[in-house]
């Protein structure tokens, strides 16, 4: 049994850091998974894909005017060539190299080693960059401003416990 008069040699992590790495582990190990078939299956995940967007245009041609679902199917046009299976792949193999510097960079915070903010940010630079060129286009560059504010938000939480890292 441990002397109650002694001081605790071993550094205690604050509760909300313990929160930070938990809903880090959680949301990334769902990114990683979510990313698996991408790679694996690509032509599945871009039959599934039309299959979603002729479902929905289906459905959005009771309600729209033909003008707008002229719009609409334009729009859609253009979405369908960024889920080409090469893009699928790529952005699938770059969602799971981030996915992993930023469970590995979770892992180290949690073990109060500062090393692990450094490669959080590495992480975080790659999820909100590679939409942007591997994309590019409005699409790409609003997945990449999503990315950014979900990162600067994780990062300046993960910021503020600098102090208990070594």
Not at 41 to 67: F, H, I, R, W
Not at 73 to 84: A, D
Not at 100 to 115: A, D, F, N, P, T
Not at 147 to 160: D, K, P, R, V
Request: charged fraction near 15%; aromatic fraction near 12%.
């Amino acid at each position: 049994m441990q002397n109650p008069f002694e001081e605790n040699t071993v550094p205690m992590r604050p509760t909300f850091l313990t929160i930070l790495c938990v809903l880090t582990f959680l949301w990334n190990a769902y990114k990683f998974y979510g990313a698996i078939p991408s790679v694996f299956t690509p032509e599945k995940v871009a039959a599934s894909k039309e299959q979603a967007n002729e479902m929905m245009m289906d459905m959005m041609s009771k309600y729209l005017s033909g003008k707008d679902l002229e719009e609409m199917e334009k729009s859609q046009e253009e979405t369908n060539k960024l889920f080409t299976e090469k893009n699928l792949v790529a952005s699938g193999i770059i969602t799971i190299i981030s996915s992993v510097l930023l469970i590995l960079g979770g892992i180290w915070m949690w073990g109060l080693r500062k090393k692990g903010f450094y490669v959080y940010i590495a992480g975080n630079a790659i999820g909100v960059l590679a939409p942007i060129f591997l994309i590019g286009g409005m699409i790409g560059w609003s997945i990449g401003i999503a990315s950014l504010i979900n990162a600067a938000l994780f990062t300046g939480l993960y910021a503020i416990h600098l102090k208990y890292f070594s």
